[in-house]
């Protein structure tokens, strides 16, 4: 069977990444990066929540394997409520250090949930080809770094996936209100967006004071 490693948080593109590869017949490898953002515990509980829930239907599913990166957890745009949230290097610490656990279970595909509409310098397919090449090179095999989603909207995410994903499973905030959404953030302002353009309810509550 094929392999891939699915970068997994839990928000809405690498949960229905993970799914995407599921239906495909993969066998799947879920990661969750641990890196020091105020985010994370919270996160982390929601994609063990959600692989729980998935595993359920999909048995070529592995359990979530978390990778510690130091150093990844500076964040640019603050506050929270900023229009953009960049944290430098983002995909290349990801992408480096998983490549590494990657090759060590005989995996050559790793698969992000980007989609390539948001500003950031590393948030292209040309600088996912570039980084693909020099990792190949480093690891003296060919690695594939996989979009499926680049040049996708989070509404035409959402709406592709909207009777195969448990939505109420997924979360995207970077400020968490105990276990919930705060409703205020970027994250959770681009996520309300795009289930109203998706035309989904959004099964998640969020604190709107």
């Known amino acids: 069977m094929r392999k891939v490693l699915v970068l997994f948080s839990a928000g809405v593109e690498s949960s229905c990444l ?3 590869y599921l239906r495909k017949g993969f066998l799947v490898y879920p990661v969750y990066v641990r890196a020091g953002l105020p985010w994370e515990e919270v996160e982390r509980e929601y994609a063990l929540r959600f692989w729980t829930a998935v595993r359920g239907k999909h048995r070529n599913l592995f359990p979530v394997r978390t990778v510690f990166v130091k150093g990844g957890g500076t964040l640019r745009g603050v506050p929270l409520e900023d229009p953009q949230i960049e944290i430098p290097l983002r995909n ?3 992408l480096v250090q998983t490549s590494l656990l990657a090759h060590s279970k005989g995996v050559d595909s790793i698969a992000v ?3 390539g509409i ?3 310098p590393d948030n292209s397919r ?3 080809d570039r980084l693909q090449d020099l990792i190949s090179r ?3 095999r060919d690695v594939r770094i996989e979009t499926p989603f ?3 909207e989070k509404w035409e995410v959402v709406r592709r996936f909207r009777d195969l994903v448990p939505f109420s499973l997924t979360f995207s905030c970077a400020s968490p209100s105990g276990r ?6 970027v994250k959770c302002r681009e996520r309300k967006e795009g289930f109203r353009r998706a035309g989904v309810k959004d099964p998640t509550l969020y604190r709107t004071s």
Do not use: A, K, Q, T
């Not at 919930?180 to 953030?185: A, D, K």
């Open 92 to 94: 290349m610490s990801l």
């Open 150 to 152: 680049m040049g996708m």
């Open 113 to 115: 949930g980007s989609l």
């Open 126 to 128: 040309e600088y996912f």
């Open 118 to 120: 948001y500003p950031f």
């Open 138 to 140: 480093g690891l003296r």
């Open 180 to 185: 919930n959404h705060c409703g205020i953030c």
């Open 18 to 20: 993970l799914v995407h």
